[in-house]
């Protein structure tokens, strides 16, 4: 996949052509039966009514069947014409440009609303697990998130990816693709209550005859990224006429493009006042946590002041390196070493990638060619003289082929009824990569040091938190220990016995008799791991105030993390159709089984317990040799070698592959969906309407689906439930065994004429919808819908309505069992003086309940202190002043690692008390006006424009509870009412932990069963910087009910066109204006105003959804079987949605992000019909290359801090380039 080559002459012929020829395009909308659609009064509903020719595809929005039908909602239709003019065959790429869609899952970015603050790309996606499938694609209307968005094909439901519900839509057969139908004003009362935002209906070519084969390929400017697709589809009509099959395949490959590769990335990386594109852990072997003293000083006289054990912060680097910044130095933290073990440093130990200021980081940091090429490092100093690596590994797009396969069928048995049957198929494989894993944090490497013998035990740097010692497993005391009798008792010594003089003689001098290092006493900790380490890094941790303290590693394990993806989709459909004698009624029934298969192969992964056996073996495991299940003598056993060792401050250069072996953990894991239906439909016409010409119509249907999801992780660690082992590289995924959601429905609606044939009233009708729900989880549900149509005149109608709809909760919402999940916490530490959460412990955001909610912290610290109060005033106290002002101010922006599971499982498992999943409600209004030009002839007789608003509302919104969320559920009074009144007659601080009354009210609120308070934990107060602070990595988050989104705006579309000179222009836009995008992202929170910003991911809505406006328009010309149109997308100036605060008049977020400037986009378009059968087409994404503006810029730095402003891009812009695309299709 990832290295499949395609022929340079393809590549080479398409550049070359792209830049010689100008020939395509067909206006954007389809055109069906000979009515060119773009002249009629409404385009898409024209292209709705014409397509429906053959009976079976109506309209999107309603199951009734009438030639005439007009759409009641704001309605888009797009044909494979518009789908085609792009240089990637990725159709959610095309959708994405429509005002209608946000970004969700694209072969670019993925922008999910799982809290990642923002759209990140794509190829950087290493995660499978039950809600996230890396290369998938899906689509939001709306951006209110992807499982409020219904995806049909042929107007039944499609196979859904994951637990989450989506349909990956490049699964979707595009060869036998005809149009998309795009209704986004609510549709769940006629095809489901997940249609919250509307649906997105793939319509395929149905009584297709003949032969039609394309071929489409793209290519970036820069020569990368090469795009083909080829496809085709045949079908043929029975010999009697009662019937037609068709067969329809296609393979689509994308090769690699990087970051790297395209120059507004090289510019940004090169621009000495930005910082992105970093690291997340440091790209270099070092050691961190030294804790050495302020007057050491290897290298140089003590520099004035840093004599005493307590100058200022930062002596010992300006002393061992000259020139280094002492404001920006850390005493106790890491340094790195370069090929030839000198050292250079960060200015922090998990610091993405940023080294301290020049002296410590630039003048001693020395290229390393080979360890950076296998990273993807690349390096670059700042305007403030700080040095950056940044990580050039990332893919611009995700590199993927695709294979689709479409049969159908279908055959009249007699006049009433016939049978009809599909099979749909889609394999796709995607690649993905990120750096490596970090042997830092959670993932950490340590080893034993000093005087001490070695015994293969490492002390715990943590062990004043109760946490134990590390004992390698693969070091038995045999191989370390004699022991003899001695008086009737067991004397232990260390003296080297054979087994350990067998092993490491040669390699270890303390263990080799007649080698001057020999040690008849025992190896120490020092001598055996002194060969490896370099001299410059010994020296430093010998001088440290303990130097038989354990060594903390800090780098990278040996190689980057890549994940690939294998999806294979079917869809089987058969049933049976016709009609009833005697009337125009007609009736359906069939069955749908779909089954998508994800298998996910992750490498560059690492098994903990076994990398920290083998580092911590003498000589980062040299010679290391171990087979399992000893106590058994070995049945059944694997055997782990290491011939060279892991060479970690060597950059892993020539280890063996008995090393890598040894500890790898290369991870498989199959996610599995299930979805079959059994549905049955009617539709006719009841009766006339005395005082009308039309009837009253209706539709009728049933349904049952069974909904299932299982993952099955490749082993124990991978499920999270290997309790000796975990994998590094990788959050643990949950094992889920075939567990589902089942759903009887059943819905009808009428059609109801009311009037016509009237002055202003040519005809006016009522649409009604109504559909009962039950489902197994959370039993009934009842959606309706109540539109309407007026047609004015000839030119003018009116439309609007009101949807309701219920959508339940789905698999993942309430059976994911645990999953760590890696996130931006949204909320934070809201026990924290400062915060600015109303309902939080903050002094300001809370003066009435926040001496309740902080008494409640502090019997949460001392729960997790061993009981033990820690008063205020003391040094290791949470709220001690000194601390004050490091609490966070407005929570959020902070990794967490906390875990989640679906609600039911929570209150099963952790939290009876919690409140069960309902499902969220959501209202929709839309009114609007469809208008025609009034003008029979003349330049303005092709104008047509429709406008419509809507208003939807979702209450009670499903939404994830974060560690913060779980925690603010603990401690404050609007979720946990035994909080009201606990600090009753407090008036200072220390009264909260020093009054026994205070304390004992505090304690009844966290034993209270209806409170979250037993899943949520403080780090005990030792004193060593954790001071009570929140353990977010031990929350179990879940999903819940919470807060409330609003959205308002108008949808507008206008098209025109007339003959000008030889041939004719036509235009079209297609519009979005937001006058709302309100979210209330938990009960009790203000309901906050986003739009004009970049917007949020709380509640499941994608960030991009909130710009102000949004537009789209086509212009062009055709001239007999030529056509040039270019196609130009707008958005407005915008602000970071992380300015929010301040824009809704509350408490700034201490940051002045830029957001985004104004931005233009043009892609040109032209096709040319050679001849009756051929017709050819070029394309230029982004013809005049605008690049994307840099956004997130902070306009309020302190340069004498060493700050700089900054500045990224964003998902929201084009960030590819120009590319170029040349196409063919071929029709007999």
């Known amino acids: 996949m990832r290295n499949f080559q395609t022929a340079a002459v393809l590549k080479a012929l398409l550049l070359a052509g792209s830049a010689t020829s100008f020939f395509v395009a067909s206006p954007a909308m389809a055109q069906s039966n000979d009515v060119d659609c773009d002249e009629t009064p409404d385009a898409a509903e024209c292209r709705s009514t014409t397509s429906s020719s053959s009976g079976a595809i109506v309209v999107t929005g309603s199951r009734i069947q009438r030639p005439d039908y007009s759409a009641n909602s704001p309605t888009v239709t797009v044909d494979e014409t518009f789908l085609r003019q792009s240089s990637t065959a990725a159709v959610e790429e095309q959708l994405n440009r429509l005002p209608q869609f946000v970004i969700s899952q694209s072969s670019t970015f993925s922008n999910t609303g799982e809290g990642t603050g923002g759209p990140l790309p794509a190829g950087g996606d290493i995660q499978p697990n039950a809600t996230n499938t890396p290369g998938a694609a899906t689509v939001s209307l709306r951006g209110v998130g992807a499982n409020r968005t219904l995806v049909l094909i042929d107007g039944r439901r499609g196979t859904p990816g994951n637990a989450n519900g989506s349909v990956d839509v490049s699964t979707i057969p595009s060869a036998a693709l005809q149009r998309v139908e795009i209704v986004s004003g609510g549709a769940s009362a006629t095809y489901g209550a997940d249609a919250v935002a509307g649906v997105t209906n793939f319509i395929l070519k149905r009584d297709f005859q003949g032969i039609e084969l394309d071929f489409q390929g793209g290519i970036n400017q820069v020569g990368a990224g090469f795009e083909y697709q080829i496809g085709g589809i045949m079908g043929t009509d029975f010999p009697d006429g009662r019937g037609n099959v068709s067969v329809a395949m296609s393979v689509n490959t994308r090769e690699d493009l990087y970051q790297r590769d395209l120059d507004n990335y090289q510019r940004l990386w090169n621009d000495p006042e930005r910082t992105a594109g970093g690291f997340f852990f440091v790209p270099r072997p070092g050691v961190s946590g030294l804790g050495l003293t302020n007057n050491f000083n290897p290298a140089t006289p003590a520099t004035p002041g840093c004599e005493t054990q307590a100058p200022p912060r930062g002596c010992v680097i300006t002393n061992y390196f000259a020139g280094a910044n002492p404001t920006v130095a850390n005493n106790a933290g890491s340094v790195y070493v370069n090929r030839d073990g000198s050292l250079f440093l960060p200015s922090s130990a998990f610091g993405g990638g940023t080294f301290a200021q020049r002296g410590a980081g630039a003048a001693f940091y020395k290229p390393w060619e080979e360890f950076d090429a296998v990273n993807g490092t690349a390096w670059k100093t700042g305007t403030n003289g700080q040095f950056y690596a940044l990580n050039t590994l990332t893919p611009a797009v995700v590199p993927s082929t695709r294979y689709n396969f479409l049969a159908r069928g279908n055959y009249e048995i007699n006049d009433w009824i016939g049978v009809f049957a599909q099979g749909m198929f889609s394999n796709s494989n995607t690649y993905s990569v990120q750096e490596a894993g970090g042997a830092q944090g959670g993932w950490d490497i340590i080893i034993p040091w000093g005087s001490g013998k070695y015994t293969g035990e490492v002390p715990n740097p943590l062990a004043f938190l109760g946490r134990p010692n590390y004992q390698n497993p693969a070091v038995p005391s045999a191989v370390i220990q004699t022991q003899s009798v001695v008086n009737g008792a067991i004397v232990t010594t260390f003296a080297p016995n054979p087994a350990f003089i067998n092993r490491y003689t040669g390699i270890l001098p303390c263990a080799t008799p007649g080698n001057p290092g020999y040690n008849p006493t025992g190896c120490t900790n020092t001598e055996a791991f002194q060969a490896v380490i370099p001299d410059t890094i010994e020296t430093l941790l010998n001088a440290r105030p303990n130097p038989n303290a354990a060594v903390q590693l800090a780098g990278f394990y040996p190689n980057p993390r890549e994940n690939y993806s294998d999806v294979t989709t079917y869809t089987l459909i058969a049933g049976l159709e016709g009609s009833i004698p005697g009337t125009d009624w007609t009736w359906e029934a069939f069955v749908n089984h779909g089954v998508s298969r994800t298998i996910s192969r992750q490498t560059g992964m690492y098994s903990l317990q076994r990398a920290r056996a083998v580092f911590s073996a003498p000589n980062f495991g040299q010679n290391f040799n171990s087979t399992s299940n000893q106590f058994s003598g070995g049945f059944g056993a694997a055997n782990g070698r290491c011939t060279t060792g892991l060479r970690f401050f060597q950059g892993y250069e020539g280890i063996s592959d008995d090393c890598r072996a040894a500890i790898a953990e290369d991870n498989t894991n199959i996610g599995t969906s299930r979805q079959t239906i059994v549905e049955a439909n009617l539709q006719g016409g009841l009766f006339d309407i005395p005082w009308t010409s039309d009837q009253v119509r209706f539709a009728l249907g049933a349904s049952y689906r069974e909904a299932r999801y299982e993952f099955l992780p490749a082993g124990a660690a991978s499920a999270g439930r290997a309790f000796l082992d975990s994998i590094v590289g990788i959050y643990p995924g949950t094992l889920i065994e075939n567990t589902g959601i089942d759903t009887k429905e059943i819905y009808g609606e009428l059609l109801i004429p009311l009037l016509n044939d009237l002055p202003f009233i040519q005809s006016l009708n009522l649409e009604v919808g109504g559909r009962l729900s039950d489902y197994n989880t959370t039993g009934l549900s009842k959606t309706f819908k109540i539109l309407g149509d007026w047609q004015v005149t000839d030119w003018l109608r009116f439309r609007g309505g009101f949807n309701r709809a219920e959508r339940a909760p789905n698999i993942a919402e309430q059976k994911l069992l645990l999953q760590q999940q890696f996130a931006v916490d949204p909320i934070g530490d809201v026990c924290s003086t400062r915060h600015n959460n109303p309902l939080s412990a903050g002094r300001t955001a809370n003066p009435s309940g926040s001496f309740d909610s902080q008494a409640v912290c502090q019997a949460l610290i001392a729960r997790d202190n061993g009981g033990v109060y820690v008063p205020v005033t003391d040094t290791n106290s949470y709220y001690n002043s000194a601390f004050i002002q490091q609490r966070q101010v407005t929570g959020g922006g902070g990794f967490s690692f906390a875990p989640r599971v679906g609600n039911a499982v929570y209150r099963e498992q952790y939290n009876p008390g919690f409140a069960a999943l309902e499902p969220e409600v959501a209202d929709t209004y839309t009114l609007g006006a469809v208008i025609q030009s009034p003008f029979s002839s003349g330049p303005l007789s092709r104008l047509n424009m429709t406008i419509d608003y809507f208003n939807i509302t979702i209450a009670n919104p499903i939404g994830t509870t974060s560690a913060g969320g779980q925690l603010l559920r603990c401690i404050s009074a609007f979720y946990n009412p035994a909080v009201a009144g606990v600090a009753a007659g407090a008036t200072t601080e220390a009264q909260l932990d020093s009054d026994a009354a ?231």
């Not at 789209?1112 to 149109?1125: E, M």
Request: glycine share 14%; hydrophobic share 35%; aromatic share 10%.
């Open 998 to 1228: 205070i304390r004992a009210r505090a304690n009844a609120a966290i034993n209270s069963p209806d409170s979250t308070c037993a899943t949520v934990g403080r780090v005990p107060t030792t004193g060593n910087g954790q001071n009570g602070g929140f353990n977010e990595a031990a929350v179990v988050g879940s999903y819940s009910n919470q807060g409330r989104i609003e959205l308002a705006g108008i949808d507008a579309t206008l098209s025109w066109g007339t003959d000008l000179g030889p041939g004719s222009l036509f235009v079209s836009l297609n519009g979005n204006y937001m006058m709302d995008f309100k979210i209330q992202a938990q009960d009790g929170l203000p309901l906050l105003e986003y739009v004009g910003t970049t917007g949020t991911g709380a509640l499941g809505v994608n960030s991009g959804s909130s710009f102000e406006y949004r537009i789209f328009g086509t212009a062009g010309y055709t001239w007999g079987p030529a056509s040039l149109s270019v196609q130009w997308q707008h958005i407005p100036k915008t602000e970071d949605g992380n300015e929010v605060n301040f824009l809704n008049g509350l408490t700034p977020t201490g940051t002045d992000q830029s957001g985004l400037p104004a931005y233009n986009v043009f892609h040109l378009n032209t096709s040319y019909q050679l001849n009756d059968v051929v017709r050819l087409r070029l394309g230029i994404d982004n013809f005049l290359d605008i690049k994307p503006p840099l956004t997130n810029i902070d306009v309020n730095i302190d340069r004498s801090l060493g700050q700089l402003p900054g500045g990224s891009y964003s998902g929201f812009h084009d960030v590819l380039g120009r590319r170029f695309s040349f196409g063919a299709n071929i029709r007999f």
